[in-house]
């Protein structure tokens, strides 16, 4: 069809021409600014890959800019690398705020603080200094990180140390600057050690509103024993001194421990520290900060648990007498074609048997060869009881694991009265009702980590958010809490289908070490993610890994898998996941109910078994007449069904009720043409009664 330009839609439209060409000569932008406008990122990033001449400094920063807005944090981070400390301090502000941003966007929040905090001293105008921090919405995330960041500097008893202290000063200065709230006087307050009560209402007022479990010396002499006994594999022995104490919520603590460590699964029910209020006690296991440890023996046992010649040493030794045992190890330690290694595991052995009898004060020529931070954190426990050591010789030499096995330590000595918490946290075995907690958190000891684990799991049981998650994530990474933030952040990603994200959070969990739950969720993600990036065989394959788990799987990836298998022809697969769905689910929606009954009789249909299908799609418009469209689609398919056998009158019925209930027009006119094909190869109607009697 030829469109013709009348003349009185031609003035309008010449005189629209004119104007706009008249704006845009008068533009003086040049196409680079102008691209900027209109936040045309892949255009401008082009435009800048084709100049030839060295680019400035400052249009360097302005292709970095370019990349964080085209999602490339990674390439800006790179162009920013590129340039020296710029003499300009408005433009050398301008490099490290975009590379903040930069790492920012990739996730590495402290490193970005760090950019961040260098920017500041680039800025003598302070209104100006709290608009760019303001803007940015840096508040959660400045105190977030400094918190992790003091919880680390907590670990650290290397030569660094000072230096983190600098840079938690320096933090903390900015934050008081920007925000000034009583988080930030306090966070100066501990850093500079002008006080020692870090309360934020003051400890009288901390004291007054809890009460803590008492533990006796024999009560710390059993646990000793019995995480001597555990380092030695023997779990019984070492349950049955954990019975002794007549203390219940400290009793059940240690024998959940010794469950842990033996089967790696958390205890299921924590009604004996709920009831009695002990809200560390609890977050300890409902943040499962031993998660990171539970997959390597060797954090546990004494020796190589799977090395045949060990364990069968140690099975003999353990058998004989205190005086025989400790007679055959100095032989073996007589011997001169030892390795430094075996010496130093004869030598902890000897300790881990003196200390699981309790006979009292050892004489210290036995510690000489014991290496306390290559001693199992079992034994290390047990160690402190006797020893009193200095806690800092238990740190491993690696500083990155120290941020995962100091705070356990920590929390574990103060678990069994060993060790004093400090002004900066409640005591372990405080006890508190549910609705001081947040004040208890937020007032009284904000820096308590296992109180802030505690505060944040409630808020985020209560209503999950993903402000709450992300800060959950980043603050208590590898705990069991911390990978629920994960996941959680993936599927909402999922749900908006912004896929990178979604991976970003997906490959921050190590599903290696996960609980069965967890890693049937994050499978559940994994599989979710591949679908709908188009790879479907390996979402099949990940499906497989999640089917041998041997545990009810989510409805929704078994549909998925059923739709792929139908894709596939391939529909006796099919069959099975949708009736493994109902079988499993009771509590489905009608909606999905409705749907997998549709798709059971579409696969019975396309193998021609055509009364299996008819059945499956009358009982849904039976059943489920409500979910509309899949009742009408099943009506529809059983009226094709009845026409094709040539049962014309229950075909027209049910297109009938597809006419009168059909949402769509498409719909309508679809059954109406049905029913007049109907009608052509039925006749004329009959006048006679329907069924007609031989005799």
Same mark, same amino acid.
């Given at each position: 069809?030829?469109?013709?330009?009348?003349?009185?839609?031609?003035?309008?439209?010449?005189?629209?021409?004119?104007?706009?060409?008249?704006?845009?000569?008068?533009?003086?932008?040049?196409?680079?600014?102008?691209?900027?406008?209109?936040?045309?990122?892949?255009?401008?990033?082009?435009?800048?890959?084709?100049?030839?001449?060295?680019?400035?400094?400052?249009?360097?920063?302005?292709?970095?800019?370019?990349?964080?807005?085209?999602?490339?944090?990674?390439?800006?981070?790179?162009?920013?690398?590129?340039?020296?400390?710029?003499?300009?301090?408005?433009?050398?502000?301008?490099?490290?705020?975009?590379?903040?941003?930069?790492?920012?966007?990739?996730?590495?929040?402290?490193?970005?603080?760090?950019?961040?905090?260098?920017?500041?001293?680039?800025?003598?105008?302070?209104?100006?200094?709290?608009?760019?921090?303001?803007?940015?919405?840096?508040?959660?995330?400045?105190?977030?990180?400094?918190?992790?960041?003091?919880?680390?500097?907590?670990?650290?008893?290397?030569?660094?140390?000072?230096?983190?202290?600098?840079?938690?000063?320096?933090?903390?200065?900015?934050?008081?600057?920007?925000?000034?709230?009583?988080?930030?006087?306090?966070?100066?307050?501990?850093?500079?050690?002008?006080?020692?009560?870090?309360?934020?209402?003051?400890?009288?007022?901390?004291?007054?509103?809890?009460?803590?479990?008492?533990?006796?010396?024999?009560?710390?002499?059993?646990?000793?024993?019995?995480?001597?006994?555990?380092?030695?594999?023997?779990?019984?022995?070492?349950?049955?001194?954990?019975?002794?104490?007549?203390?219940?919520?400290?009793?059940?603590?240690?024998?959940?421990?010794?469950?842990?460590?033996?089967?790696?699964?958390?205890?299921?029910?924590?009604?004996?520290?709920?009831?009695?209020?002990?809200?560390?006690?609890?977050?300890?296991?409902?943040?499962?900060?031993?998660?990171?440890?539970?997959?390597?023996?060797?954090?546990?046992?004494?020796?190589?648990?799977?090395?045949?010649?060990?364990?069968?040493?140690?099975?003999?030794?353990?058998?004989?007498?205190?005086?025989?045992? #400790?007679?055959?190890?100095?032989?073996?330690?007589?011997?001169?074609?030892?390795?430094?290694?075996?010496?130093?595991?004869?030598?902890?052995?000897?300790?881990?048997?003196?200390?699981?009898?309790?006979?009292?004060?050892?004489?210290?020529?036995?510690?000489?060869?014991?290496?306390?931070?290559?001693?199992?954190?079992?034994?290390?426990?047990?160690?402190?009881?006797?020893?009193?050591?200095?806690?800092?010789?238990?740190?491993?030499?690696?500083?990155?694991?120290?941020?995962?096995?100091?705070?356990?330590?920590?929390?574990?000595?103060?678990?069994?009265?060993?060790?004093?918490?400090?002004?900066?946290?409640?005591?372990?075995?405080?006890?508190?009702?549910?609705?001081?907690?947040?004040?208890?958190?937020?007032?009284?000891?904000?820096?308590?980590?296992?109180?802030?684990?505690?505060?944040?799991?409630?808020?985020?049981?209560?209503?999950?958010?993903?402000?709450?998650?992300?800060?959950?994530?980043?603050?208590?990474?590898?705990?069991?809490?911390?990978?629920?933030?994960?996941?959680?952040?993936?599927?909402?990603?999922?749900?908006?289908?912004?896929?990178?994200?979604?991976?970003?959070?997906?490959?921050?969990?190590?599903?290696?070490?996960?609980?069965?739950?967890?890693?049937?969720?994050?499978?559940?993600?994994?599989?979710?993610?591949?679908?709908?990036?188009?790879?479907?065989?390996?979402?099949?394959?990940?499906?497989?890994?999640?089917?041998?788990?041997?545990?009810?799987?989510?409805?929704?990836?078994?549909?998925?898998?059923?739709?792929?298998? #139908?894709?596939?022809?391939?529909?006796?697969?099919?069959?099975?996941?949708?009736?493994?769905?109902?079988?499993?689910?009771?509590?489905?929606?009608?909606?999905?109910?409705?749907?997998?009954?549709?798709?059971?009789?579409?696969?019975?249909?396309?193998?021609?078994?055509?009364?299996?299908?008819?059945?499956?799609?009358?009982?849904?418009?039976?059943?489920?007449?409500?979910?509309?469209?899949?009742?009408?689609?099943?009506?529809?398919?059983?009226?094709?069904?009845?026409?094709?056998?040539?049962?014309?009158?229950?075909?027209?019925?049910?297109?009938?009720?597809?006419?009168?209930?059909?949402?769509?027009?498409?719909?309508?006119?679809?059954?109406?043409?049905?029913?007049?094909?109907?009608?052509?190869?039925?006749?004329?109607?009959?006048?006679?009664?329907?069924?007609?009697?031989?005799?």
């Amino acid at each position: 069809m030829n469109f013709k330009i009348t003349g009185i839609l031609l003035v309008p439209l010449l005189a629209w021409s004119l104007t706009s060409s008249v704006a845009l000569a008068k533009s003086s932008d040049s196409f680079e600014d102008w691209l900027k406008k209109y936040e045309a990122w892949d255009v401008l990033e082009n435009e800048y890959a084709t100049h030839t001449e060295p680019l400035s400094p400052v249009s360097i920063l302005q292709r970095a800019k370019t990349y964080l807005n085209l999602k490339s944090p990674e390439k800006a981070l790179d162009l920013i690398n590129t340039l020296p400390t710029l003499s300009d301090n408005a433009t050398e502000f301008e490099r490290l705020w975009t590379g903040g941003q930069a790492n920012r966007a990739l996730g590495r929040l402290p490193q970005s603080v760090l950019w961040y905090s260098q920017a500041a001293s680039y800025v003598q105008n302070k209104q100006e200094l709290i608009k760019y921090f303001k803007d940015a919405k840096l508040a959660t995330t400045w105190g977030d990180v400094w918190l992790k960041l003091y919880w680390a500097y907590l670990s650290n008893y290397t030569i660094s140390r000072s230096s983190q202290e600098k840079v938690l000063s320096q933090i903390a200065q900015i934050g008081s600057d920007i925000w000034g709230t009583d988080f930030w006087k306090l966070a100066q307050s501990v850093v500079s050690k002008k006080i020692k009560n870090s309360s934020l209402l003051g400890k009288t007022s901390a004291k007054e509103s809890t009460v803590t479990l008492t533990i006796t010396q024999e009560d710390k002499l059993a646990i000793s024993q019995a995480m001597a006994l555990l380092s030695l594999e023997k779990v019984n022995d070492s349950k049955e001194k954990i019975q002794t104490i007549s203390n219940s919520p400290l009793r059940s603590f240690w024998v959940s421990f010794i469950d842990y460590v033996a089967q790696g699964q958390v205890p299921k029910g924590l009604s004996t520290f709920q009831d009695g209020g002990f809200i560390k006690a609890s977050a300890f296991w409902e943040g499962n900060i031993l998660a990171p440890f539970v997959h390597n023996k060797n954090n546990w046992f004494l020796g190589n648990s799977n090395s045949a010649t060990w364990t069968q040493f140690r099975n003999k030794v353990l058998v004989m007498s205190l005086e025989d045992a #400790q007679k055959t190890i100095d032989n073996e330690l007589g011997s001169m074609l030892l390795s430094t290694e075996t010496r130093i595991l004869l030598r902890h052995f000897k300790l881990a048997l003196l200390l699981a009898t309790g006979t009292g004060p050892l004489d210290p020529s036995l510690l000489d060869g014991v290496v306390q931070n290559q001693l199992p954190l079992t034994l290390q426990l047990a160690d402190m009881r006797l020893l009193k050591k200095d806690f800092t010789e238990s740190y491993p030499q690696d500083s990155l694991q120290n941020l995962q096995t100091a705070p356990l330590l920590f929390a574990l000595s103060q678990a069994a009265g060993e060790l004093d918490h400090s002004d900066e946290e409640a005591p372990f075995w405080i006890s508190s009702q549910d609705e001081k907690l947040e004040i208890l958190a937020n007032k009284i000891y904000p820096l308590d980590r296992l109180l802030t684990l505690a505060n944040w799991k409630a808020q985020f049981k209560k209503k999950p958010t993903s402000e709450l998650a992300k800060r959950g994530a980043f603050l208590f990474e590898k705990t069991t809490f911390g990978t629920q933030c994960l996941l959680y952040l993936t599927h909402q990603s999922l749900q908006a289908k912004d896929l990178q994200l979604a991976a970003f959070y997906l490959n921050k969990i190590n599903h290696t070490e996960l609980p069965t739950s967890q890693r049937i969720d994050w499978l559940n993600a994994k599989a979710t993610l591949e679908f709908d990036s188009g790879r479907n065989e390996a979402a099949l394959e990940t499906f497989n890994q999640m089917d041998k788990l041997n545990a009810p799987l989510p409805a929704m990836i078994r549909l998925r898998v059923a739709l792929l298998y #139908q894709q596939q022809r391939d529909f006796s697969s099919a069959k099975k996941q949708l009736l493994v769905i109902q079988t499993e689910n009771k509590d489905l929606s009608t909606e999905l109910k409705a749907e997998i009954l549709f798709w059971l009789g579409e696969g019975e249909q396309a193998v021609k078994h055509t009364e299996s299908a008819l059945k499956y799609y009358l009982t849904l418009a039976w059943k489920y007449p409500q979910e509309n469209i899949w009742a009408l689609t099943a009506m529809y398919r059983a009226s094709l069904i009845y026409e094709k056998r040539g049962n014309y009158p229950t075909a027209k019925r049910l297109l009938t009720t597809v006419v009168k209930n059909a949402g769509r027009k498409s719909q309508r006119e679809a059954a109406k043409a049905r029913i007049d094909a109907i009608n052509n190869k039925m006749g004329p109607p009959n006048k006679t009664q329907d069924f007609q009697f031989p005799f």
